[in-house]
């Protein structure tokens, strides 16, 4: 059974920084690739980044471009997102995906003084 | 950027009968390899997004065979023979066919 599990989430100031984590299960984790989609309070799916099987190609919405980095370990099954200078309009639960077959429960990211 | 576009944005059915979401593309979502990544999610209340139809019209597994998934180039429709109670939930058409991929508002089905 494919088991996605994001962690990391919480509440964070302005300007902040968060790394959430997928831990990936039931598939060969190595032989997809992986994504991040986001979704506001009460808001429709957001696309955030795509990283290829081996790592080597990443992808990222222009509104995370240069704040977001996706990066994965396939000796870990694992599939991260460094979030850094986070903004109130980040505030969302962030979906890990095998796009787009599985997904996980999301995590809650709350950006706010 | 491709934009997508749902309409209706909610529709009201009754049990038992059927429902018919659009969703148009700003451009054609036939990639290079031939294929046209055009794919429909389920989300219901509190839950993740779940994969129904991929590349137009294949269900994934353990679709119900009610659902249905049709269009070529830049339109396309997905339907649901006869609406049945867990159907409730909102549906999104999204494009993997270009970077950055795409999302429609998404449609709510409720039940009248």
């Known amino acids: 059974e494919v088991q996605l599990l994001e962690s990391g989430g919480g509440l964070v100031q302005p300007g902040g920084s968060l790394r959430l984590s997928c831990a990936a299960s039931?598939?060969?984790?190595?032989?997809?690739?992986m994504s991040w989609v986001r979704q506001a309070p009460g808001k429709g799916l957001e696309w955030v980044s795509t990283?290829?099987?081996?790592?080597?190609?990443?992808y990222y919405a222009d509104s995370v471009k240069g704040r977001f980095t996706i990066s994965r370990d396939n000796s870990k099954n694992t599939l991260y997102l460094q979030m850094n200078s986070l903004r109130a309009e980040d505030t969302a639960v962030y979906y890990c995906?095998?796009?787009?077959?599985?997904w996980g429960q999301g995590t809650l990211v709350t950006v706010s003084s | 950027d491709i934009v997508m576009t749902q309409t209706p944005l909610s529709s009201p059915v009754t049990l038992g009968q059927p429902a018919s979401i659009s969703c148009r593309s700003s451009?054609?979502?036939?990639?290079?390899?031939?294929?046209?990544?055009l794919t429909w999610l389920q989300q219901r209340p509190g839950q993740p997004p779940r994969l129904l139809i991929y590349?137009?019209?294949n269900r994934f597994s353990g679709v119900p065979d009610r659902f249905s998934g049709s269009g070529a180039g830049t339109d396309f429709t997905l339907k649901i023979s006869r609406v049945e109670a867990e159907d409730v939930g909102v549906y999104y058409c999204?494009?993997?066919?270009?970077?950055?991929?795409?999302f429609g508002q998404g449609t709510k089905v409720e039940i009248k």
């Open positions: 999204t494009q993997a066919t270009q970077f950055p991929w795409t």
């Open positions: 995906a095998v796009p787009w077959d599985f």
């Open positions: 590349k137009i019209s």
């Open positions: 451009q054609s979502l036939v990639h290079s390899d031939g294929n046209t990544y």
């Open positions: 039931g598939f060969t984790f190595s032989s997809y690739a």
């Open positions: 990283i290829s099987d081996s790592g080597d190609n990443t």
